[in-house]
């Protein structure tokens, strides 16, 4: 048994890809408009009297009912109150001033990416009386120009989740958005990310981001490198189009995941989900017993004070452990064409040895029989570690079921200390650790797996942290920025990995295989090459995408500057991107281990008049026997390709409030690669 180690980056490369983006953004609201941050609500409105007149001078102040957690604004000369970097969550917004009766809304709500407008008017009294609203009307997207989608924690638990309880799911229902659905392998993407493309444009311009963090897989962008369990989603935001100034490094959908933080109360959850093929309906095709499939979620997640006021956590579990049932028809060959006899079959069998190189002047085969001696002892061992038919007929002869077992933990925490009511600082950390297994169709013989996709062992850890802060420094001005970090390292090998240099040293083979310590250091080109037979189902190492090496680790820093100064309101900062990737997959072409192709025009004949004999899957058989292959090749890396990429964007915006009925807005973004 060889020693499975994890892969270490042995060189390094560079990639250089230089990419210059200018964006101008102008929009013009017919209201005043604050624009939410990406992992923050704002809140706004306008304070008059009951004359419509404006009220400057008036005290705003929203107090999170959950956390007690406080953030004040004054009213400008035209009324208007601005507060931004407002955590999501249901506010209490308290409107007062001397000479007036106090103001007060329940129930407001304040959305990650959203800008929540409370207009209110005040009524000539003591500020000892008070008027309350139990509840804020919902009101249209006014104070953005983003094409956005949002989706709230009550609609993630609520609504049915398909695809493992996926949140991306729910993509679906925005304008725009395709089917999501599965790419690759389950054996490789154990995460399961639904891919999507947005407004048609390519599904790899989309981007995620974790409570900050970006989520990419590197060498499969469509997939995002973590998928966070629903029960321990705030929020989705979702914009597909028109993105503010401060948004970028996307050009199909800017999605941002902000998970649950704790509050004063503990609260907490406990599923489980229980899926059994017992009720599900037989496949009218399958002969023999029906395989048995079982898959449950399960979970529970609990949050709540530390420190009443001023420290909260929240964590949740998840853990899936599925058993999938998956039956395969195969063609294999039966014991006379095994023997070499194809006697019974119609097309003759012709000898490649003899006659001339067009084909012509070719001898048949006595008997449509090949020759014992004539056998090639590679063709001979693979065939012997092939089962022999367990159906009737020469195609759709042998079918096997089996069970891919696939095991995924997620585990996520998060803190939030409230410092003060000025600043708030949190962090966070996910992991999520997958191991999927499925053997191959034909046991010793290889071919494909008894699964959705691949064979083998997918062993993947992916770890994301995460620490940000949100600092009020003045009334007007404001400072906010996060760090994240997300890693994953995952190994596939397959089935027969273990095996050595196989294709050399059992079958005599040469050049498949290790040629050298470069090109399959720490042998990597393992296992039986690959064979595929016209006419019948492929056998061997037919997965040449495997095995896989991969390191993956990205980087994420953003800061974020907002300053409000008479009518404007400037926002500008920096957003930081690297991305490094270790990878070893040399899986364009034949695969690491060699593969093989045989037709059926090789055992066959020119006749008289220059036609060709007929031929039928017997004689790619015959060839395979022969050991006549119609195409042979090998993919090869010399190096473990390492990729360092850094991206870099600035950014600058300004909201000006030009009457108290027309706003302009004006943002400028620079992102080079």
Not at 318 to 329: D, M, N
Not at 393 to 417: M, P, V
């Amino acid at each position: 048994m060889m020693d499975r180690h994890r892969l270490r980056a042995s060189a390094w490369g560079l990639t250089a890809l230089t990419t210059v983006a200018l964006v101008f953004v102008l929009a013009t609201a017919l209201s005043p408009t604050v624009r939410a941050q990406v992992l923050y609500g704002s809140i706004t409105g306008i304070v008059k009297d009951t004359s419509a007149a404006a009220i400057p001078g008036a005290d705003a102040e929203i107090l999170n009912v959950a956390t007690n957690y406080r953030q004040t604004a004054v009213t400008n000369s035209r009324g208007v109150w601005v507060i931004n970097n407002v955590p999501d969550g249901l506010y209490r917004l308290k409107v007062s001033l001397t000479g007036f009766k106090e103001y007060v809304a329940e129930n407001v709500q304040v959305s990650v990416g959203n800008v929540t407008r409370i207009n209110v008017t005040l009524q000539v009294g003591e500020i000892t009386e008070s008027v309350t609203v139990s509840s804020a009307a919902t009101s249209l997207q006014t104070d953005t120009t983003d094409v956005r989608a949002q989706l709230e924690s009550r609609e993630i638990a609520e609504l049915p989740l398909s695809n493992y309880k996926n949140y991306q799911s729910l993509i679906n229902l925005v304008p725009g958005a395709t089917p999501g659905g599965f790419q690759n392998a389950v054996i490789d993407t154990p995460q399961r990310a639904l891919t999507t493309n947005i407004n048609g444009t390519n599904r790899n311009n989309n981007n995620t981001r974790i409570d900050g963090a970006i989520s990419v897989n590197i060498w499969l962008p469509h997939h995002t490198r973590y998928v966070p369990p629903s029960e321990t989603i705030e929020v989705v935001n979702i914009s597909t189009n028109n993105f503010d100034a401060e948004q970028g490094f996307a050009g199909g959908a800017a999605t941002t995941v902000i998970t649950k933080s704790g509050t004063n109360q503990f609260r907490g959850s406990a599923f489980w989900l229980h899926e059994n093929s017992a009720l599900a309906a037989r496949d009218f095709f399958l002969r023999g017993d029906k395989p048995t499939s079982i898959r449950n979620i399960g979970g529970a997640t609990l949050g709540g004070p530390i420190k009443k006021d001023k420290l909260f956590f929240f964590g949740g579990f998840e853990a899936q452990v599925e058993r999938l049932g998956i039956t395969r028809t195969e063609t294999v060959p039966t014991m006379a064409m095994r023997n070499g006899d194809f006697s019974a079959f119609p097309n003759t069998i012709y000898n490649p040895f003899t006659g001339n190189p067009d084909g012509s002047g070719r001898q048949a085969f006595a008997g449509n029989q090949i020759p014992a001696g004539m056998m090639n002892p590679a063709a001979v061992t693979m065939l012997g570690r092939i089962p022999l038919p367990n159906l009737p007929g020469e195609t759709a002869n042998f079918q096997r079921s089996g069970t891919q077992q696939y095991n995924r933990y997620n585990y996520d925490a998060k803190i939030d200390w409230y410092r003060n009511d000025q600043h708030r600082i949190w962090g966070k950390f996910s992991v999520m650790d997958a191991l999927v297994s499925a053997e191959q169709v034909f046991g010793p013989g290889g071919g494909t797996g008894l699964s959705t996709a691949g064979s083998g062992d997918g062993d993947t850890l992916v770890k994301v942290f995460g620490v940000g802060h949100n600092w009020t420094l003045s009334p007007t001005f404001l400072v906010d920025g996060n760090f994240g970090i997300s890693d994953m390292h995952q190994e596939v090998l397959p089935p027969d990995f273990d095996l050595g240099n196989f294709g050399q040293e059992v079958l005599g083979i040469p050049g498949t295989n290790a040629t050298d310590d470069r090109s399959c250091f720490e042998g990597r080109c393992n296992g039986i090459p690959s064979f595929f037979v016209s006419g019948f189902s492929g056998f061997g190492g037919v997965d040449g995408w495997s095995p896989i090496f991969r390191d993956e680790t990205s980087y994420t820093f953003t800061q974020n500057f907002s300053w409000v100064k008479k009518s404007h309101e400037f926002r500008w900062g920096y957003d930081l991107v690297k991305h490094d990737l270790t990878h070893w997959q040399p899986e364009i072409g034949s695969g690491p281990r060699g593969a093989f192709s045989f037709s059926r025009s090789i055992t066959g004949a020119l006749l008289a008049g220059g036609t060709s004999s007929s031929v039928g899957n017997e004689n790619s058989m015959a060839a395979f026997l022969l050991g006549l292959p119609s195409s042979f090749g090998k993919s090869l890396q010399w190096e473990v390709m390492t990729t360092r990429e850094w991206q870099h964007a600035f950014y600058f915006r300004d909201r000006w409030q030009a009457t108290p009925d027309l706003t302009f807005t004006l943002g400028l973004r620079y992102e080079y690669f």
